[in-house]
C-alpha cells in the first residue's frame, strides 16, 4: 500500500519583503516576483484592477470626519428648511461625537476608544433614522441616512474588530534568497 500527502500552500498577505539580499514585491498577494537589487524596479503587470493598501484604522478618522459632516451638514439643512430643532441638535450632536471619534482615532493608544464612539454613534443614528423611516413611511430622507448610518455602523465594526484583536503573526512561505 502506497500513501500520499496533500500539501497547500497559502500566499501572504505581505506587499513588500526587504532583504539583505533583495527585495521580493507583491501585487496584493497575486504572485510573487523575486528582485535581485534593491535599485530595482518591479515589474508591471496589468489585469488586477485598483488594489487598496490602507488597514481600516488608517481610514477611520477620515471615515469619521465625512460622516460627522454629513450629520452636520444634513442637520442644518433640516433646519433652514423645516425649522426643526429636533434636526439641529441631532446634526450637532452626531458632528461632536464624530469628531471626537476622529481625534482618538488618529492616536494609536486611544484608536479602540475612538471606534468604540464610532460605533456607538453609528448604532444611535442606525436606529434614530430606522424608527423615523417605520413612522413616517416616507423613504426620504430617512431611507438614505439609514443606509449611510447601516454603512457606517458595519465600517465601524470592523475597525474596531481589527483595533482590539490582538495580532496573529503568520508565517513566511518563501525561502530566503
Known amino acids: 500500500m502506497s500513501s500520499f500527502a496533500l500539501t497547500l500552500t497559502t500566499p501572504s498577505v505581505v506587499s513588500v519583503r526587504n532583504t539583505k539580499l533583495g527585495r521580493s514585491v507583491s501585487d496584493c498577494g497575486r504572485n510573487w516576483s523575486g528582485l535581485t537589487k534593491l535599485s530595482e524596479k518591479p515589474k508591471r503587470s496589468r489585469g488586477y484592477g485598483l488594489c487598496c493598501k490602507a488597514e481600516l484604522s488608517e481610514l477611520a478618522p477620515a471615515v469619521s470626519a465625512g460622516y460627522g459632516a454629513l450629520l452636520l451638514g444634513g442637520g442644518l439643512f433640516a433646519y433652514s428648511k423645516s425649522g426643526s430643532k429636533g434636526s439641529l441638535f441631532g446634526g450637532l450632536s452626531g458632528s461632536v461625537l464624530m469628531a471626537s471619534a476622529y481625534f482618538l482615532t488618529t492616536s494609536p493608544e486611544t ?59 503568520v508565517p513566511d512561505p518563501l525561502p530566503l534568497p
Do not use: E, N, Q, W
Open 111 to 169: 484608536r479602540v476608544l475612538g471606534d468604540t464612539i464610532g460605533l456607538g454613534s453609528a448604532f444611535l443614528f442606525s436606529s434614530v433614522f430606522g424608527f423615523r423611516l417605520a413612522s413616517s413611511r416616507k423613504p426620504v430622507p430617512a431611507g438614505p441616512l439609514l443606509l449611510l448610518s447601516i454603512g457606517m455602523l458595519a465600517f465601524f465594526v470592523m475597525a474596531y474588530m481589527h483595533d482590539s484583536l490582538p495580532a496573529v503573526s
